[in-house]
């Protein structure tokens, strides 16, 4: 049977012809503009005019459009990594070693956000206990311990066992790994500063949880190297974090107003724990000056500005050591009124009296603002007082004050942007601490150059 023979069979028992069907398939296409080959065949008829060309013309412009929207964003994005026309207030570091395992954008945004970083432990300080190993416990999924160094062999031991990790002999070898993104240190020891230097010389991020009390050179000089290392740095300044000082500026910003006198007081036990487990008696004057930076960092902190100068006495006791020092610091003037801090430490109780120690301690700081006033307990407990009477708050159920530094630390690191203030907020409460013990020994007020 021929071609144009052939027929199908429809579904009512007719049957349709295969020429039919071509010809009413070429009427269709006729009807809708007509066919190419009938247009080629009739000159005469006029060319047929689509009623889609202009609108096919504006989507391909639109396309054009998006595509160059997208490469245009690109470069910006790119351009941002590489640091060109960043704003000055920002400092872009060099890029974290956690961020460069993967080469693919989905392994990169995997690394900003969700990425666990390795860390190694240097030292197990006082407060290893009841803020760093809980809080490295909570934060699993942000933090991975790989290896410990510890003056004492069996806490050392034991934190190995705890996390799975390795203990090593030395911190240099800790740092030196190549498994290792960031360094926790958390105990001042023997090695002082080493510890921070080698970790800049590695380029690994640096929790530093030790003292603060150094020389101005050696400040100054530590500064620049951290800055010129371009690695991230924070120091520990636990009060800033803890849940009563952060609702305390929340309130300063909405109920309280701004401040006007701030009150800090502290007293010092005895002896200082670590030291003692170590063997080696702390003076009375270095548990005072470690105490005093964290004291100026959390005025600094809770006022937002920096003090522009500073008064202080210190007194000695038999022994001709300092057991206790004051500081007012003198904020500058705005529209309102100036803002005066005083703060003061002491160590003046004996270690044998411990019952006097804990006797009526007094509140960790008090605030008078311009409509009302605030007492604080850390790290949870806030009393605060206005026209509508008083107000207590128990802040039990937020975050620690733990927690809240190891997430602020994993931000730090895992950001492209460098943050600087925590650096200089270390070196400007060194910088006032300074100014504070030449104020004493010069017996005059004595303005703040940071």
């Not at 066919?35 to 689509?50: H, W």
């Not at 030291?275 to 548990?287: D, F, N, V």
């Given at each position: 049977m021929s071609a144009h023979g052939a027929s199908l069979s429809g579904s009512k028992g007719g049957s349709i012809r295969l020429a039919d069907s071509h010809a009413i398939t070429s009427r269709a296409r006729s009807a809708e503009g007509?066919?190419?080959?009938?247009?080629?065949?009739?000159?005469?008829?006029?060319?047929?005019?689509?009623l889609n060309s202009e609108p096919r013309k504006g989507y391909r412009r639109t396309l054009e459009a998006l595509r160059f929207a997208s490469i245009f964003f690109r470069f910006s994005r790119f351009r941002k990594l590489c640091g060109w026309n960043v704003s000055p207030g920002l400092h872009l570091r060099r890029v974290p070693r956690v961020l460069l395992r993967g080469t693919d954008r989905h392994s990169v945004r995997r690394s900003l956000h969700g990425m666990k970083l390795r860390v190694g432990l240097v030292g197990l300080g006082e407060a290893w206990q009841h803020r760093h190993r809980p809080a490295l416990r909570v934060l699993q999924d942000r933090f991975e311990v790989r290896a410990v160094y510890g003056s004492v062999p069996l806490l050392a031991d034991q934190a190995a066992r705890e996390f799975r990790c390795d203990r090593v002999d030395g911190f240099r070898s800790l740092i030196q790994r190549p498994d290792i993104d960031a360094v926790l240190i958390l105990e001042h020891s023997w090695q002082g500063w080493l510890p921070m230097l080698a970790a800049c010389d590695a380029g690994k991020a640096i929790y530093w949880a030790a003292d603060l009390d150094l020389e101005p050179d050696q400040a100054i000089e530590l500064k620049q190297r951290v800055d010129r290392s371009g690695v991230a740095f924070m120091a520990e300044f636990p009060r800033r974090y803890a849940p009563a000082t952060l609702r305390l500026k929340e309130l300063i910003a909405t109920r309280l107003g701004p401040p006007q006198l701030v009150f800090c007081h502290r007293r010092v036990p005895g002896e200082d724990p670590v030291?003692?487990?170590?063997?080696?008696?702390?003076?009375?004057?270095?548990?005072i000056a470690r105490e005093l930076v964290e004291l100026i960092d959390w005025c600094r902190f809770t006022v937002g500005v920096d003090p522009q100068s500073t008064m202080s006495v210190i007194h000695h006791n038999a022994q001709d050591h300092p057991d206790y020092q004051v500081i007012n610091l003198q904020f500058p003037q705005t529209d309102r009124q100036p803002v005066t801090c005083q703060l003061s430490c002491g160590r003046y109780i004996p270690s044998r009296w411990t019952e006097a120690i804990t006797f009526r301690p007094p509140a960790g700081l008090q605030i008078c603002c311009e409509r009302g006033l605030a007492f604080i307990d850390l790290p949870s407990s806030l009393v605060w007082f206005d026209d509508a009477g008083r107000h207590q708050e128990s802040l039990e159920s937020e975050l620690s004050v733990g927690e809240q530094l190891l997430t602020q630390f994993h931000r730090a690191v895992t950001s492209l942007v460098r943050k600087m203030s925590d650096l200089e907020d270390a070196y400007r409460a060194l910088r006032i601490l300074q100014a504070a013990q030449q104020s004493a020994a010069e017996n005059r007020r004595v303005d703040i150059i940071y």
């Open positions: 007509g066919d190419p080959a009938t247009e080629k065949s009739d000159p005469d008829r006029p060319p047929r005019k689509t030291q003692a487990r170590h063997g080696r008696p702390s003076s009375p004057g270095h548990l």
